[in-house]
C-alpha cells in the first residue's frame, strides 16, 4: 500500500535552533516528493519539491530536504530557525504512473520559542 | 499573477443546514481540486476537475455533498444537509494540468464550523 507517515506531530524549538521534520513514504512505484508549509489560517504554500536528479533539494525560507530512496525518507531541515517559521508543515507524495495527485502526510506542527 | 480565490473564508452553520463554498482557480489552469482537511490531519481529496469534467470523486461523500465547475473555470462546492463532522476547512487548489498535475496551488481555504 502507499502511504505517507509523518512521526512527529509537534516539534518544539528554540529560536535559531537546527531542526528536522521527518517523512517517510511507503512505495512500490517511483515517486515525487514535496514539503508543504501551512500558516494560521492560511492555505497551503509549496516550500520544496524533489521530481528527480539530485537528492538534495533547496526551497524557500531557508529550507532544505534531502531524498533517501533506501530509506524511503524526505526529511525536511533548516539550520537555523526564528519565530516565523511557527507553522504546520506536511509532507506529500505523488505516486509516478497514479493519478499524480499528492497524498498528503498528517502534518507536524513546529513550535518555534524565543 | 493572482492566486486561487475562495469565499467565504469562515461560515458557521447549524447541522441540517446547507453551505456553499466558491473557488475562482489561478488562470490558465485546466485542473481543479477540493480538499477537505479536518482539524490535526492532511488535507483529503474529495474530488479533481479537469476543465469542466470530474476525474475523481471517490472520496466525496455523493449523499451530501456535490460540486459543479460549469465552464471550466471557477467552482461551488455545496454540503447538503450539514453535519457535525463536516466541521474542517475546505481548500481548493488549482494545477495546469498535463505532466503538471502535482504542482498545485492552494486557496487560503474557508472554515467550516457546524453547530
Known amino acids: 500500500a502507499q502511504s505517507v507517515t509523518q512521526l512527529d506531530s509537534q516539534v518544539p524549538v528554540f529560536e535559531e535552533a537546527p531542526v528536522e521534520l521527518r517523512c517517510n513514504y511507503s512505495?512500490?512505484?517511483?515517486?515525487?516528493l514535496f514539503w508543504y508549509v501551512q500558516y494560521p489560517n492560511q492555505g497551503l504554500q509549496l516550500l520544496l519539491k524533489?521530481?528527480?536528479?539530485?537528492?538534495l533539494v533547496k526551497g524557500i525560507n531557508g529550507f532544505e530536504a534531502e531524498f533517501n530512496k533506501s530509506q524511503t525518507s524526505f526529511h525536511l531541515r533548516k539550520p537555523s530557525v526564528h519565530i516565523s517559521d511557527t507553522a504546520e508543515y506536511f509532507c506529500?507524495?505523488?505516486?509516478?504512473?497514479?493519478?499524480?495527485?499528492?497524498?498528503f502526510g498528517r502534518g507536524t506542527s513546529l513550535i518555534v520559542h524565543p | 499573477e493572482a492566486g486561487v480565490a475562495q469565499s467565504p473564508r469562515y461560515k458557521i452553520i447549524e447541522k441540517r443546514q446547507s453551505v456553499a463554498f466558491w473557488c475562482n482557480p489561478i488562470?490558465?489552469?485546466?485542473?481543479l481540486y477540493w480538499y477537505q482537511q479536518i482539524l490535526g490531519q492532511g488535507p483529503k481529496l474529495l474530488i479533481q476537475?479537469?476543465?469542466?469534467?470530474?476525474?475523481?470523486d471517490s472520496q466525496l461523500p455523493k449523499d451530501r455533498f456535490s460540486a459543479e465547475r460549469l465552464k471550466g473555470v471557477d467552482s461551488t462546492l455545496k454540503i447538503q444537509p450539514a453535519k457535525l463532522e463536516d466541521s474542517a476547512v475546505y481548500l481548493c487548489?488549482?494545477?495546469?494540468?498535463?505532466?503538471?498535475?502535482?504542482?498545485?496551488?492552494f486557496g487560503p481555504g474557508t472554515r467550516l464550523t457546524v453547530t
Open positions: 524533489y521530481l528527480s536528479g539530485s537528492t
Open positions: 506529500a507524495v505523488s505516486f509516478i504512473g497514479g493519478s499524480y495527485i499528492p497524498t
Open positions: 488562470s490558465g489552469h485546466a485542473t
Open positions: 512505495s512500490s512505484v517511483s515517486v515525487y
Open positions: 476537475f479537469q476543465n469542466n469534467g470530474v476525474v475523481d
Open positions: 487548489a488549482s494545477s495546469l494540468g498535463g505532466t503538471e498535475l502535482y504542482e498545485q496551488y
